[in-house]
């Protein structure tokens, strides 16, 4: 299995990394983004640092020079996520996400408003639909009434995503090839979840290392606390990408 022909960007295998800075710190977050610079192939800002630092934070952190992966995963209705992709298109992130679990007319939506803002800003991001978190387990599906085992509900989700004009997938590392044999080789798939050997596990349940990943299909692969909580984030950025050159 080789990652998909649709994922831009992909000159060598550090490109592959996205580091989350999950912090509500501007200064920290500069700090992490200017000294992975050159050693990654982006950063992912989420819902933490965006509610503490607003949009004008994002735009300090894109200065550095590095794409931006911005992990909002709107979720309403059609009209309002439309909004939504509207006002972060002037951001210009490199990725930006929805749930797919807010459906097919939600998702078709999003694709016309980054079109749109696309004539106006000359720059149209990677749209991404999330799947299943991957905190979550097939118990947990179960808790809030989806029956569906996790690999199902991804594939139902991915395929959904795929038609309705979405550039790919947020998914766990555990269902690269289910997404691959539903949606075939031209679908981005971004895939969290990844610790390296010499990581702890954290909270996620559904977790692989940054080869394996990439072995299996991945296309990128978002790395948070390996790198930004080591004692020295820009040695383990560069221990991830070595591994991934090896």
Known sequence: MTASTHAPGITRPADRILVALDTTDADRALALAEGVKGAVGGVKLGKEFFTAQGPEGVRKVSAVGLPVFLDLKFHDIP???????????????????????GGRAMMEAAV??????????????????????????????????????????????????????????????????????VCGPDFTLVV????????????QKRVVTPRDAVSLGADYLVI??????????????GRIAAELSA
């Not at 690999?151 to 997938?169: C, P, S, T, W, Y």
């Not at 606390?225 to 383990?236: C, L, S």
């Open 79 to 101: 009209n309002t996520v439309a909004g939504a992709v509207r006002a972060a298109a002037p951001l210009k992130p490199f990725m930006l996400n929805v749930h797919a679990s």
């Open 112 to 181: 016309r408003a980054a079109d749109e803002a696309a004539a106006a800003t000359g720059h149209r991001p990677l749209l991404l639909a999330v799947t299943v978190l991957t905190s979550l387990s097939d118990e947990d599906l179960i808790e809030v009434g989806i029956t569906a085992e996790t690999k199902a509900q991804v594939a139902r989700l991915a395929k959904l995503a795929q038609q309705a004009g979405m550039d790919g997938v947020v998914c766990s590392a555990h269902e690269i090839k289910v997404i691959r044999s």
């Open 192 to 203: 969290p979840g990844i610790r390296p050997e010499w990581s702890v596990k954290g909270d």
């Open 224 to 237: 948070g606390r390996p790198v930004t909580q080591a004692e020295d984030p820009i040695k383990a950025a």
